[in-house]
């Protein structure tokens, strides 16, 4: 049973909106939570993370908000250029700094 | 040079046939992890060492070995391979505690 998940494989959007990517968990002992972006023939690269002791955290055009009442995390880029066109993998993992726990992935396109 | 490097890029191999795959990073982290991602499934992890002489298995380690060889080198074996073994394998690695993982480029591995 996946504990992370990712509902949505795709997503496109227009260059200069905005993209929403989220992301859902079963497990409460979660308490740290990281997007990650990944191009063709590269491995994943670190964007941005938060600790469940916050409900936001900003990292110039990218914000993740997390609600752990729902157990739901998102990741908000604004404005989406064609550059970020990747896919996006959610993880979680606890505060003692264990393994993480990947979702599916979700491919986002952000057209010209 | 990358700081984490993965060795082959591309494998092909027969089934039956011992393979390794190798990683060796230059960031000094202790923690060394592999995972391997199918379309759809993100990334599993399958063997993880918080230090040189500490291995854990991980959700997937049935069919798979590894090897600790020093804090920079962790590999990871396949006894003998079988064709559902094919997949996209990555070596990541991470300071102690709650932080991100720092990843290859991966292996593309196919077993005919």
């Known amino acids: 049973d996946q504990q992370v998940k990712q509902n949505s494989p795709s997503l496109s959007v227009q260059e200069g909106r905005i993209s929403i990517l989220n992301c859902d968990y079963t497990n409460s002992m979660f308490d740290y939570f990281l997007w990650y972006k990944k191009y063709p023939a590269e491995g994943p690269t670190f964007l941005i993370s938060i600790s469940s002791i916050k409900d936001k955290n900003e990292d110039g055009r990218f914000t993740v908000f997390l609600n752990k009442s729902a157990k739901h995390l998102s990741l908000h880029i604004v404005p989406s250029q064609p550059g970020d066109s990747a896919v996006y993998f959610c993880a979680a993992g606890d505060n003692a700094g264990n393994m993480l726990t990947f979702g599916g992935g979700t491919r986002l396109m952000v057209k010209p | 040079d990358a700081d984490v490097t993965q060795t082959p890029r591309n494998r092909i191999t027969k089934t039956g046939k011992r393979i390794m795959l190798e990683c060796s990073q230059t960031?000094?982290?202790?923690?060394m992890y592999w995972y391997r991602q199918d379309p759809g499934l993100g990334l599993r992890l399958i063997y993880y060492?918080?230090?040189?002489?500490?291995?854990n298995k991980g959700e997937i380690s049935d069919g798979y070995s590894v090897s600790r060889q020093a804090q920079a080198k962790f590999s990871l074996s396949l006894e003998s391979a079988i064709p559902n073994q094919t997949a996209l394998y990555f070596c990541?690695?991470?300071?102690?505690?709650?932080?991100?993982?720092?990843f290859g480029d991966g292996t593309r591995l196919s077993i005919l």
């Open positions: 990541a690695t991470s300071d102690n505690g709650p932080r991100p993982q720092h």
């Open positions: 060492s918080f230090d040189v002489k500490d291995i």
């Open positions: 960031k000094g982290h202790d923690r």
